[in-house]
């Protein structure tokens, strides 16, 4: 059968089966690129309030400019991935301060972008602005690994490239962007990575994988490292009755700009007291007595897992100093709202406000 009956079969699953996201109700090239890069990564489910409510807060490029990144971050909170936060605030400034509040409507001008990459690029580009310009993501290099049968590393540059060609070599003229949505979704919803539901596939007659019997060993991705633990100590600093200290995490790092309770990694031989003692003198450059343990949360990151041990701290000495993070303030349970954390120091915040009695808890992954 040929290329034409392919893009006949998925384009007419796809009309039947189109999914009714928030996104997907106007072609407004602000509203893509805001999706595509929550999106990124995350699930449909979990993006679609976070979504509906930066639309309310900002609705348009202009309104994004010009808030704080305080702000962003704050509604953000809990999406994780917040480097994509602080590029989409990068972005919509340059859109706003060089591009007059208008998108750039090719792929390479919007790759020049802080934040977007050849993917978003593609899906921004054939989906707002109708070009014939590929993407692939994680779903397209299953579903094309399966069609093709490939038995290369798909985690390898020339695989990489080999797939974004194919991927091109595809495209229904003038289609692109319903065809790049169709395929994203058949990746999601049918041609899933342990049990892809072949038998309602609608265009099973092209997979070569689906032929052979193959499917479930497609695509083949080298075999993950281990992925390494660390211990970390964390201290709700109290100071007097009511204030604790918190710090905000610098802005080119992991988490940047969101808020913490101070503390860092534990040392080899070091314990998670003297390991707080020590983080806090080098993050704020003060003195500070550790008392009972507050919580133990484990928590799995991109590339690392980590068990946070929080800890009621009483602070003793010095002038609290921006030595290993952008700012710190003192502030008052009541008042943590006002901030952005990690999902890992709400659950800190959470046990605060129940009373404070240890708590363990396993969080879900995420980052």
Sequence with gaps: MSTADLHKHLLTWFSIHREDLPWRQDRDPYRVWLS??????????TVIPYYQRFLAAYPTVHDLAGASLDDILKLWEGLGYY???????????????????????TVAGLQSLPGIGPYTAGA???????LDAPVVDGNVIRVL??????ADDVTQTKTKKDLWQRAESLLPSGKAGDWNEALMQLGQQICTPKQPDCTN????????????GTQLERPIKKRKAPTPHYDVAAGVIRRGADEILIAQR?????LGGLWEFPGGKREAGESLEACLVREVQEELGIQISVEQQLATIKHAYTHFKITLYAFECRYLSGEPQAIGCADWTWTTLESLDQFAFPVTDQQIITTLRS?????????????
């Design 36 to 45: 595509e890069i929550m999106l990124q990564q995350t699930q449909v489910v």
């Design 355 to 367: 009373g404070g009695g240890q708590l363990a808890m396993d969080l879900p992954p995420h980052t």
């Design 201 to 212: 596939c609608p265009v099973k007659t092209w997979c070569k994988a689906h032929q052979a």
């Design 124 to 130: 921004i580009a054939s989906i707002a602005f109708g």
């Design 83 to 105: 480097s994509r936060a602080r590029n989409l605030h990068r972005a919509a400034q340059v859109v706003v301060q060089e591009h007059h509040g208008k998108f750039p409507s």
């Design 145 to 150: 690994a399966r069609w093709f049968d490939l």
């Design 250 to 254: 610098p802005l080119d790092g992991m």
